[in-house]
């Protein structure tokens, strides 16, 4: 099984920061996947990044996908508390039909 | 207009009923999926199925039944429920083959005292 590491596990910031947060494996990955759960909320899917080097922007979220394709980065400009949330970084577990996820972080955004 | 629903919201058992969780999805995807999530937040693949064919057991009890009537519907049974039960369960979908993305339910809290 692939395994991916999510860090930091907690970030707690104020409003207008500056944040990043990371993915990363040891095992090669043909994508990543990033989500964001709110509370009594399924999973949500932010992205799929699937060229080693790929940068995708969706408004204020920067992710990033390692050249070696084992590491993924999701970077947040200005946040504002409706980012608050957990983040999760996915990949494909093996199968086509399996997708294993990090263990997540749990960013809060103070006013 | 809801994409993946999943009922109940919310369940509270006693130790040693039995239990059902149904899930449908009206994307006319292939695959769907039940997964775990368990009080860290971490999430676990319980089963895969593609049009109404278990794909992915994943070393599941087999007090966990799961059932696809439908490539729509994939609904989960639970026998005896224990106390280590107790989670949040989520539905999803997709279409099939490595990359795609998922949608999930909004959850069912299983609460087993």
């Known amino acids: 099984t692939q395994l991916l590491k999510q860090s930091p596990q907690f970030l707690s910031i104020q409003e207008g920061e500056n944040l990043t947060v990371y993915c990363n494996s040891s095992s090669v990955f043909s994508s990543l996947q990033w989500y964001r759960q709110e509370p009594g909320e399924g999973p949500v899917l932010l992205v799929t990044v699937v060229t080693g080097g790929e940068v995708k922007k969706l408004k204020r979220l920067t992710f990033q996908f390692g050249d070696a394709r084992k590491d993924s980065s999701l970077h947040i400009t200005a946040a504002q508390t409706g980012d608050t949330g957990l983040y999760l970084c996915a990949g494909p577990g093996g199968s086509n039909y399996k997708l294993t996820f990090g263990k997540g972080t749990l960013l809060t955004v103070n006013p | 207009d809801t994409a993946v629903s999943q009922t109940p919201k919310y369940l509270v058992t006693q130790m040693g009923n039995d239990k059902s969780i149904k899930c449908e999805q009206n994307?006319?995807?292939?695959?769907m999926y039940w997964y775990k999530q368990d009080s860290k937040k971490f999430l676990k693949i319980m089963f895969s199925y593609n049009n109404k064919e278990l794909i992915i057991n994943e070393t599941v009890p087999n007090r966990f039944s799961p059932k696809s009537p439908d490539k729509a519907h994939l609904n989960l049974h639970i026998n005896s429920l224990e106390l280590g039960d107790s989670a949040v369960y989520f539905c999803?979908?997709?279409?099939?083959?490595?990359?795609?993305?998922?949608?999930f339910g909004s959850g069912t809290r299983l609460t087993v005292v």
């Open positions: 999803a979908s997709s279409l099939p083959g490595q990359g795609r993305g998922y949608t």
């Open positions: 994307l006319g995807h292939d695959t």
